[in-house]
Every structure is written in structure tokens, then in C-alpha cells.
């Protein structure tokens, strides 16, 4: 299967302690997004790589989040200091920039829970 | 303030009819929209997408048409089969420099249920 893989599938993690999850974009794909996706709500953009370069990122993302892509291929996202609030799908995302296509390819999500 | 707006929660359509899903958005700089299915417990996946440049896109059983004065898509499906029930998400993004960013912005999703 060459799609985006994300690890774990689900997180189950105590407030206050950290934790961080992994995605795997399509392998030629050049640029990694990761959204944020709340119960009846429709994904919501946190920050996005090209390459290795983090080249935006949403007021979403506070300075309890960090993401990487150490290497322009796979990227991690750790939050610090889980809150409840922090409960939610996260969804990785990968495109190729050719042409006038921006279509993005998503991974399974990671659900986090936060009791 | 939602750029992005499905206001039907939710559609039930039988099978073999045609299943019409809407999507309205305000911020005039999107300029290429897209139509996402997710099943639960999976991420969304790439249904059709249509630039500003064309006011329809036809694939297969889906057609995507966009109303750019009206600031208006919508999804057409036809005919409808139980399995696409699932949630559909139209999406947008604008253009930028050097087809910079292009992260999407989401409406809430309408769920379709496709009795047989």
C-alpha cells in the first residue's frame, strides 16, 4: 500500500503528559499537511512542510505543539502537556505540487482521547 | 466565521436516484474546490475536484458544479448506491504565490445515507 500511513491509530493519554504521533506522506509527494478534525466538524488546517521547511502554521497550533519533518520525508507532531481539549482526529495529508493539481491524500488519523 | 458552509447536516436519497449535496463559501480568493467522502474510522478520501476556470468537472457517477457569482458547488451523484453512504466534506483553497500553501478549508460535512 503506497498511501499516507500514521501511527498509532489511537492514543489513549493522561492530561498533562505528552505525546507524539508519526505520518508517513505518499512517497514522492513533496509537501505534508496535518488538520485537526473535532467530532461533527469538517477538518481544520494546523501547519503544513515542504520538504523539511514548516512554512505555515494556524493560530490552532499552540506552543504546546510541535511538528517536524526532520528529513522532507515522514513528520511528527508532539503535543506537550495534553489538555482535554486537545481530544481529537489528527489527520495527515500529503500532495505533489505539479501543475495546477492540489489535490491532498489523507492518512487514517490518529484519534487521541485525553481523559 | 465559516469560509465554508454545508447547511444540510444530512440527505437521505434512495438507491438509484440522484444524490445532490451543496456547499457555499464566502471568501471570493478560493479558487479550486474539492469533495472528500469519509467512511468512519478512516480519513477522508479524494472524490472530484473543479478549479474556478470551469463551471463543471464530470467523473464517472460524480459531477461537481460550480456557480462562482453565486459562490456556490454542489455534488451530484447519480445514480446513488448504498455504498457511498458516508459524510462528504467540500473543501477550498485559494490560489497562491507559486501555488503556495493550498491548505483546504473545510465545510461540516453533510452525511448521505443511500437507502436500498
Known amino acids: 500500500d503506497t498511501g499516507v500511513s500514521q501511527n498509532p491509530r489511537h492514543k489513549i493519554t493522561k492530561r498533562g503528559q505528552n505525546v507524539t504521533f508519526r505520518c508517513d506522506p505518499i512517497s514522492e509527494h513533496n509537501r505534508l499537511y496535518w488538520y485537526r478534525q473535532t467530532l461533527g466538524q469538517g477538518p481544520e488546517f494546523l501547519t503544513y512542510?515542504?520538504?523539511?521547511?514548516?512554512?505555515?502554521k494556524s493560530r490552532l497550533l499552540s506552543d504546546r505543539f510541535s511538528a517536524e519533518r526532520p528529513k522532507g520525508s515522514f513528520s511528527t507532531l508532539e503535543i506537550q502537556r495534553t489538555e482535554q481539549g486537545d481530544s481529537a482526529m489528527y489527520l495527515c495529508?500529503?500532495?505533489?505540487?505539479?501543475?495546477?493539481?492540489?489535490?491532498?491524500?489523507f492518512g487514517p488519523g490518529t484519534r487521541l482521547t485525553v481523559t | 466565521d465559516q469560509q465554508v458552509k454545508q447547511n444540510s447536516p444530512s440527505l437521505s436519497v434512495q438507491e438509484g436516484r440522484i444524490s445532490i449535496l451543496n456547499c457555499d463559501y464566502t471568501n471570493s480568493m478560493f479558487d479550486y474546490f474539492l469533495w472528500y467522502k469519509k467512511y468512519p474510522a478512516e480519513g477522508p478520501t479524494f472524490l472530484i475536484s473543479?478549479?474556478?476556470?470551469?463551471d463543471k468537472n464530470e467523473d464517472g457517477r460524480f459531477t461537481v458544479f460550480l456557480n462562482k457569482s453565486a459562490k456556490h458547488l454542489s455534488l451530484h451523484i447519480v445514480p446513488s448506491q448504498p455504498g457511498d453512504s458516508a459524510v462528504y466534506f467540500c473543501?477550498?483553497?485559494?490560489?497562491?504565490?507559486?501555488?503556495?500553501?493550498?491548505?483546504?478549508?473545510f465545510g461540516g460535512g453533510t452525511r448521505l445515507m443511500v437507502k436500498p
Open positions: 495529508a500529503s500532495s505533489l505540487v505539479e501543475g495546477a493539481s492540489r489535490e491532498q491524500y
Open positions: 473543479i478549479s474556478s476556470i470551469k
Open positions: 473543501a477550498a483553497t485559494p490560489e497562491g504565490i507559486n501555488n503556495a500553501g493550498n491548505m483546504l478549508t
Open positions: 512542510f515542504q520538504n523539511e521547511a514548516q512554512l505555515e
